[in-house]
């Protein structure tokens, strides 16, 4: 199976600017999110930015990095751009690695590009980890999914799914036991052809509600594959205090030396 990472990167956050350049244990952001990508089987890594810095400093360590364009509303515009940048068949199959996420283990991407390989009847796949507290379940930003027993997604949303109406009823402080509640975890696998596709297709109304992008591929028909994650993923980088657990956690790695 051969597969391709891309990483999108925009240098512009609201919250933290500069987020893929800011330093963590002496590399940057984008450096680290690349090595592990690079760790995986991917038969190439794609840095893909729409900034001069993060293209001159993703030159630096190596990485190969494709310029985008800096009008791209979504990663997975930017995604596109890359693949037809780079002619990449329709059968071939990227895996989108976000450029916040330092601390990804390899072993999920190369699970997540194996998972679309091994399903022909899905153009997107995905990954997701269990929900164990009520305050998780009640987070909206916690992106819950509801999934069919051949593991294919039925909706994702950032409302309680499923509602537990006699559990809720009975002891609404309580999460329920015995019913399925899943986390999304936001990395994919797509089949080139749905890249082509999803830039052509309008926002449609779940999208729009939720603010949810996968939703314009299931709103035309698109299935989407979603599998328990096979190791645990950290939280990616939104805010300082992210930045400063990640920034501790590379520091408590270097000092007992592992990498």
């Known amino acids: 199976m051969s597969f391709s990472v891309i990483i999108p990167a925009r240098f512009a956050s609201t919250r933290l600017p500069g987020k893929p350049l800011l330093d963590i244990g002496g590399k940057s952001m984008i450096q680290h999110v690349w090595e592990r990508a690079s760790m995986s ?7 893909a930015t729409d900034d001069e810095r993060v293209f001159s400093a993703c030159q630096e360590f190596g990485a190969q990095v494709c310029m985008t364009s800096e009008a791209h509303q979504s990663g997975t515009d930017r995604l596109q751009e890359v693949a037809s940048v780079m002619a990449m068949a329709d059968d071939e199959i990227v895996v989108n690695v976000q450029g916040d996420e330092p601390l990804i283990p390899p072993a999920v991407i190369d699970q997540v590009a194996a998972n679309l390989a091994a399903h022909p009847q899905a153009r997107m796949a995905t990954l997701a980890e269990p929900i164990e507290t009520l305050a998780a379940l009640q987070n909206p930003n916690v992106v819950k999914i509801a999934r069919a027993v051949d593991g294919f997604a039925l909706y994702f949303s950032r409302a309680c799914v499923p509602w537990a109406r006699d559990e809720f009823a009975a002891a609404p402080d309580n999460l329920p036991a015995d019913i399925p509640f899943w986390r999304h975890i936001g990395i994919y696998a797509y089949r080139v052809s749905l890249l082509n596709d999803f830039v052509n297709w309008p926002m449609g109304q779940l999208e729009a509600a939720e603010k949810l992008e996968q ?36 520091g408590n790695t270097q000092a007992g030396g592992g990498q």
């Open 41 to 47: 089987g991917a038969s190439r890594v794609i840095v």
């Open 215 to 250: 939703l314009r591929a299931m709103e035309n028909g698109v299935r989407i594959h979603v599998d328990a994650a096979s190791a645990a993923i950290p939280g990616g980088v939104d805010t300082q205090a992210d930045l400063d657990a990640v920034r501790e956690v590379v």
